[in-house]
């Protein structure tokens, strides 16, 4: 009787504590947020049963170890399911894959207290106990999937599918998104941003705040709080005002723990929003995209070093990540989790590579001037990340022979309007944010050589 009455409660719960897509007390996400550190331990409990299961046929012990395990793990879906239901109520999530993966942590929970009943039941019902078993392992994979959907994107797991497979299932091929105006700035370059950084949060799947970016009509829709863009109207606009929020506030935007956007980025959705939010504009006053229709020039095919790479990156305690399935785009220097280690020394022992960085993340690291002349050698380079080092732009001028290169960021370093004044024919966005250093006028055909923060 009590467990038909528990069952009966889980499946009301979504009734009774509808998902609105609003956001509700503080305490519910506090205790929430713990859900993705205690789902782990029901995953691990229910995969361990039928190995204890197996086993028990030849050391009849652990038949009474499966049955203590199948009870915490009962106990564990109950916690998990609590949790999470806690995290997607108290912080207004909503959509289709939360929708899934909610169900799927019912029926999960329903169906290993099942197991529990009928393992522990006598005569002909015991027997149902494998096939249940069997269907509940199926019920996990699917349910661990759909969260795993909601940190990573719907496409974690086929990405890197191999093609004939993706040809075979159809998995991981992705549908063109159209637009009413595909040759506009809203459709070329603000919606990737949205895309990147947003959308996992505020698309058709997961909806937090009543808020979808994955449109331009849901966007002017604006969400709970009404509406998040006002044309002509930056500083009014709550999408601009999250989006420039200091990194630590709650209310800072990308939230989860996500990069904040690029200094271009925000200055293109600033520029967008003073201008009207159109979804036609092609072209936005102040905001130049030098050579953006030229095609990139490719780099040597560098397949038959892989190996070699990834063991000079792991020496460097660094990632080279290819830009695209394409390898003739190049790879990405990520010094990410190397932080302070990566310095001078590191970037030498990737000279030998440096005809295939297209970019260097040098962020924050302990690259110093002497690194610059090195960077000057890698010839494909088109952005290079220096902010937050203890460059002070002594041997700058060498990163003039840098052909490819269009992104340059300098904020937060000691460098000088005298240091960078060898740049000023550098015909691409060149930021210097918090430095010593004035933005460089413009240049006199137009193109903006330095962008003012946002």
């Not at 009509?217 to 005002?241: N, Q, W, Y």
């Not at 095919?301 to 394409?326: C, F, W």
């Not at 297209?358 to 000057?376: F, N, Y």
Request: with cysteine; glycine share 10%; charged share 15%.
């Amino acid at each position: 009787m009590a467990s038909l009455l528990a069952t009966v409660v889980l499946l009301l719960l979504p009734s009774v504590f509808r998902l609105d897509g609003n956001t509700h007390a503080d305490w519910q996400q506090f205790l929430g947020r713990f859900h993705p550190l205690v789902v782990h331990l029901p995953i691990g409990l229910i995969l361990l049963l039928p190995l204890l299961e197996i086993a028990g046929r030849f050391r009849p012990a652990l038949l009474e170890a499966a049955m203590f395990v199948l009870s915490l793990s009962v106990f564990s879906c109950v916690l998990a399911l609590t949790l999470g239901y806690l995290l997607a109520y108290g912080s207004g999530e909503a959509g289709a894959s939360v929708t899934r993966h909610m169900w799927g942590g019912i029926a999960l929970t329903i169906g290993v207290g099942g197991c529990a009943l009928v393992r522990g039941a006598s005569g002909g019902l015991r027997g149902f106990y494998p096939w249940l078993l069997g269907s509940v392992l199926v019920l996990l994979a699917w349910t661990a999937h759909q969260g795993g959907s909601l940190t990573h994107g719907d496409r974690y797991l086929t990405e890197y599918l191999p093609q004939p497979l993706k040809h075979l299932t159809g998995m991981g091929t992705v549908q063109a998104k159209t637009f009413a105006f595909p040759d506009s700035f809203y459709a070329k370059h603000l919606y990737p941003v949205f895309d990147a950084n947003c959308i996992s949060c505020h698309g058709e799947r997961k909806v937090k705040g009543h808020l979808r970016l994955d449109s331009f009509d849901r966007l002017m829709r604006g969400g709970e709080d009404g509406a998040v863009v006002i044309p002509g109207h930056p500083e009014r606009s709550t999408l601009f005002k999250r989006i420039t929020l200091p990194a630590d506030d709650k209310k800072f935007m990308p939230s989860e723990g996500k990069p904040a956007l690029k200094p271009e980025e925000i200055a293109w959705i600033k520029a967008w929003i003073k201008q009207g939010a159109s979804p036609e504009l092609k072209t936005l006053a102040g905001i130049s995209l030098p050579h953006e229709d030229e095609p990139l020039p490719q780099v040597a095919d560098y397949s038959g070093k892989m190996a070699v790479i990834e063991q000079a990156a792991k020496a460097a305690g660094v990632t080279l990540v290819p830009v695209s399935r394409n390898l003739g785009d190049g790879l990405v220097l990520n010094t990410v989790d190397a932080g302070a280690k990566f310095g001078d020394a590191q970037l030498v022992s990737l000279e030998p590579f440096a005809p295939y960085i297209v970019e260097a993340e040098l962020g924050r690291t302990s690259v110093t001037d002497a690194s610059l002349g090195t960077l000057a050698k890698f010839p494909h380079l088109r952005a290079i990340h220096l902010e937050g080092t203890a460059i002070t732009g002594n041997g700058l001028a060498q990163l003039a022979q840098l052909q490819q290169l269009r992104y340059l960021n300098l904020s937060g370093t000691q460098v000088t309007a005298a240091a960078v004044a060898p740049l000023t024919s550098f015909k691409g966005h060149l930021y210097l944010y918090n430095t010593p250093a004035r933005p460089i006028p413009a240049a006199p055909d137009g193109q903006s050589t330095a962008r003012k923060e946002p």
